[in-house]
């Protein structure tokens, strides 16, 4: 890549998926840092498989 390319940033955290402002607020910070990749955190440590399917359903939150 050259010096004056484009290039991604991404992050990766945890939003709640229940499509709450404070949801986009933080993803809306990081976008505006130049964030161009959000990356939710899934894991077993956060909750079990049912919970984490819902999570994912639940979708991004909105910008």
């Known amino acids: ?3 004056h390319q484009p290039f991604d940033v991404v992050f990766g955290a945890e939003t709640a998926g229940d499509g709450s402002e404070a949801d ?15 990356m939710e955190s899934i894991s077993h440590w956060r909750g ?3 919970e984490m399917r819902d999570r994912i359903r639940a979708g991004p939150p909105a910008l």
């Open 1 to 3: 890549r050259g010096a």
């Open 48 to 50: 079990s498989l049912a």
């Open 24 to 38: 986009s607020e933080v993803v809306r910070r990081f976008a505006d840092a130049g964030v161009t990749w959000w």
